[in-house]
């Protein structure tokens, strides 16, 4: 434990902008996979164990698509595109098949699918660690707020899941496929009794959460080291944040993501071990005295 | 004696009775079961084969007892590894700080994993369904961070390391391989005959009621909370003795055994010899480590055929194995009768 380190930073307000943008790219990038989480969740009734293979592949399909073409703009796309088109697949061919499952069984399924994502990323790319490389636009002068140092591409990627974020929450409230999609949620015999094909509401929403997950992917692929088996720290944490926030909310998703990246780069100085501790210890916390979470509602 | 009373009284002595001979049975199984693993080092002196009976052993009393809350109670518990690192540790450091004999350290760890499961099973068993399972998910990672944090108790990421003292009692020596082969099975058949008396007991058909209604089990005047909690803090003992056969058969402790993979496993196993019938568990325990062993000699991407075996088991016979073979031998017996 080191407290004295967590004191002395929070008195000096270079250290504190410098901490709270790394706290907040860590929780902005769990945002967008925590939000795909919570879509399906909310959707589909299904827990998907498999969508930090979708955050994995993202970041891969980046790579590849920066090296072959050397644009940033089009390794996004890939790695959003691509995911979405895997999620699709993924859902149509095999998630609709344990709808109504037994939990377990739509658990066992994704398990099998973690474990072979990870072998054919590891046949493909190889098991070794790879990286990116930050794309030569961001390679500035990191910007100075305040004495904190703070490195562009950290700006686009809070811009760029802030957008997501307002997009999500306007397009689903006021929309008429956010409408569809929410009735569908609450009551898909209904919705496919008025002449709308549920399967496809389904198979869409899968393929926007594998979507998310994959931009998160791309958008992470240039500051972190890319292996075989990175989607799985990231699902655990997105689990947390959908827990505290609450199974099915996007602004839950929003503030949990947000928590947990702040716990996580404050904590690190002050519990340099237990920084993982800390938020198995917020999400018990929230769990035990709220057990929907902080913006869930009551599931009947 | 009323009429009713009296009915009744003629109905239950048979069950009861039934009930009688159904423990004898059991009991005579788990005899000749012990007799026939006892027995196997005088045919073969393959280690390959003990040591596979061991680690069946350490992850069938683990896997049968995730099945008493999983199957006879329908608590989902994805933290239930907690208690198999739990086991693992507790024993080693207290084989390796204290030096007691064996038996001591046995009971010592039982006792804290019981005091443990009873703190963390109070907090979990109120909440229901999918959040009990992410509560039970985050305390077994809070345990292992603290296992990872508490480097200069358990020795950190490295794990517990420089072996377990393993001093003889009563004439039993584990440090000798055939000793240690012997106690490991006796632990599985007793923890299984154990096990299996409590899901045989009223108190087990109290917990499948449970599963099956627990409002009506309310109802009917039972502490539903109190049963949960009592069944948490049973299948966590049980879970702990799994966790310390596997401490003294590779004499250590390690970070994994607390990682939540490890329940993960658990309830794969489960899964893949079905969680319907009592044995169930134990024949996925050697599937999966039969599945494991040759799977990892034949290919490096072990995960893949890993991976579609589970697919077959999920999406194909939609239960596991011992489930699918009960269900297709009552359909057939019931044909018969039909015919």
């Known amino acids: 434990m080191d407290l004295d380190a967590l004191a002395g930073c929070l008195s000096s307000s270079a250290c504190l902008v410098t901490q709270t943008t790394s706290g907040l790219i860590i929780g902005m990038l769990l945002f967008l996979v925590a939000v795909g989480l919570t879509l399906i969740f909310g959707v589909l009734k299904v827990v998907n164990f498999s969508h930090g293979a979708f955050y994995m592949f993202g970041a891969y399909f980046a790579m590849t698509a920066y090296q072959l073409t050397g644009s940033f703009a089009l390794a996004m796309l890939a790695g959003a595109a691509g995911t979405a088109i895997l999620g699709l697949i993924f859902e149509r061919v095999f998630m609709s098949r344990v709808y109504g499952a037994d939990v377990l069984m739509q658990l066992l399924v994704c398990y099998a699918f973690v474990l072979i994502f990870d072998d054919v990323v590891r046949v493909i790319w190889g098991p070794e660690f790879k990286a990116m490389g930050m794309p030569s636009a961001f390679q500035v002068m990191p910007l100075f707020i305040a004495g904190g140092v703070v490195p562009p591409y950290y700006l686009l990627l809070i811009g760029v899941a802030l957008v997501v974020a307002i997009v999500l929450g306007i397009g689903l409230s006021r929309s008429r496929i956010g409408k569809v999609i929410r009735a569908a949620a609450h009551n898909p015999g209904m919705v496919s009794a008025l002449g709308i094909n549920t399967g496809l509401i389904y198979g869409g929403v899968f393929a926007l959460g594998g979507m998310l997950a994959g931009l998160a992917g791309a958008l992470a692929a240039p500051v972190r080291s890319l292996t075989p088996g990175m989607g799985f720290s990231v699902l655990i944490e997105s689990f947390i944040v959908t827990v505290i926030g609450g199974m099915g909310s996007i602004l839950g998703a929003l503030i949990g993501a947000l928590l947990l990246g702040l716990i996580r780069s404050f904590g690190s100085l002050g519990f340099p071990l237990f920084t993982e501790g800390l938020m198995y210890l917020f999400m018990v916390i929230v769990l035990v005295s709220k057990p929907t979470g902080l913006f869930g509602k009551e599931v009947a | ?339």
């Open chain 2, 1 to 339: 004696m009323t009429e009713l009373e009296a009915g009744r009284a003629r109905t239950l002595a048979p069950v009861q009775s039934g009930a009688a001979l159904h423990r004898y049975r059991d009991v005579l199984i788990a005899l000749i079961a012990f007799a026939v693993l006892a027995s196997l080092p005088l045919f073969t002196s393959s280690k390959a084969l003990l040591d596979f009976v061991i680690r069946c052993s350490a992850y069938g009393l683990f896997a049968t007892s995730l099945n008493l809350l999983v199957g006879y109670t329908g608590l989902t518990s994805f933290g239930h590894g907690m208690f198999f690192g739990l086991g693992a540790y507790s024993f080693g450091l207290i084989m390796q700080k204290l030096g007691v004999p064996i038996p001591v350290a046995f009971i010592a760890t039982l006792a804290i994993t019981a005091l443990v499961a009873a703190v963390i099973g109070a907090i979990c068993v109120r909440l229901k369904e999918i959040y009990f399972a992410f509560v039970t998910l985050a305390f077994q990672m809070l345990i292992h961070s603290t296992i990872l944090s508490w480097a200069s108790f358990t020795g950190g990421d490295q794990g517990l390391r420089g072996g377990i003292p393993r001093p003889a009692f009563l004439g039993i020596n584990l440090a000798n391989h055939i000793h240690l082969y012997v106690a490991s099975c006796a632990l599985l058949i007793l923890g299984l005959l154990a096990m299996r008396q409590i899901a045989q007991s009223p108190f087990g058909y109290t917990l499948r009621m449970i599963r099956d209604n627990a409002a009506r089990a309310s109802f009917l005047g039972i502490d539903v909370w109190r049963a949960k909690l009592t069944v948490f803090v049973l299948a966590a003992l049980f879970a702990s003795m799994g966790g310390m056969v596997m401490a003294l058969f590779v004499s250590g402790a390690y970070p994994e055994f607390a990682y939540w993979t490890i329940s993960g496993e658990a309830i794969f196993i489960n899964m893949l010899g079905g969680v319907s019938t009592f044995l169930g568990p134990m024949v996925g325990t050697v599937l999966l480590l039969l599945l494991n062993d040759t799977v990892t000699r034949f290919t490096e991407y072990h995960g893949i055929v890993l991976g579609i075996v589970i697919l077959f088991f999920a999406l194909g016979l939609r239960k596991g194995l011992l489930d699918f073979v009960a269900e297709w031998y009552a359909h057939r017996r019931e044909t018969g009768e039909g015919r």
